[in-house]
């Protein structure tokens, strides 16, 4: 073989390996690109176009912590600020501030509004729904009482208040809160004919906190509609 030969074959491979190189670095770079695109994807989106965010297992759902048969709480949470409102019922420290504006405003009219439940332990729920099992056995206690780290009282946000049965509809105290309870932030979670959508049965004793602007979109001038509706989400056990 010539020596030129020799020369032009070692250039040419010389320039295929440089571009094979080139091929396979950029392509990892490609590859690069489409995994980050994937990462900011795990912040899911909900039906209705709302973020799904999970910070340390909990999680929040255009901002608003989400709580229900489908979302579910890390057995060790713990509110911050927990303090007590009425005898031995605890609650977050500003959710005890909207409550007792409300209280005030229901007893300036004649009205007797108090808390029952406030914040519950994952341990507290597990106890309870067990006895509920007990009782009533899994398909009816799961209509009524939420499985540990499903209960809404975990967050510290809700406030059971005066009777906790269904006495306590159409007293006039529960025909007020369901008119009235959004100006102070809360929301009837589990409204009348909501069953199928929430998981649960009509609750009107049981107010969760949401602060007064998404509040007042859930009020929807006195025709409730639930977070799982607002946000296009589902409340189902796996
Ligand atoms: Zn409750």
Redesign the pocket.
């Known amino acids: 073989m010539p020596k030129i030969t020799k020369i032009i074959i070692i250039v040419i491979s010389f320039v295929g390996l440089l571009i094979s190189a080139t091929l396979i670095l950029n392509s990892n770079i490609l590859f690069k690109e489409r995994t980050q695109k994937v990462d900011n994807q795990i912040e899911e989106k909900t039906e209705k176009g709302f973020q799904i965010e999970k910070i340390d297992g909990i999680t929040y759902i255009g901002g608003t912590i989400i709580t229900n048969k489908t979302y579910s709480l890390p057995s060790t949470y713990v509110p911050q600020n927990i303090v007590i409102i009425y005898d031995y019922v605890n609650i977050i420290d500003y959710v005890k501030d909207a409550f007792n504006a409300l209280q005030s405003d229901a007893q300036s009219i004649g009205l007797n509004i108090y808390p029952a439940?406030g914040y519950r332990s994952y341990e507290n729920q597990e106890r309870i729904y067990n006895k509920y099992i007990e009782k009533d056995g899994l398909e009816k206690a799961d209509t009524y009482s939420a499985r540990p780290g499903h209960s809404?009282?975990q967050t510290g946000l809700?406030i059971?208040v005066n009777t906790?049965d269904m006495t306590f509809d159409n007293t006039a105290e529960s025909t007020w809160l369901k008119n009235n309870c959004y100006n102070y932030g809360f929301i009837i979670r589990y409204p009348k004919g909501k069953e199928e959508i929430t998981g649960y049965m009509y609750?009107p004793?049981?107010l969760r906190y949401v602060g007064k602007e998404l509040a007042k979109k859930l009020y929807n001038n006195g025709f409730w509609i639930t977070l799982e509706e607002y946000f296009g989400i589902t409340s189902t056990y796996e």
């Open positions: 439940s809404e009282h809700v059971d906790v609750e004793w049981h």
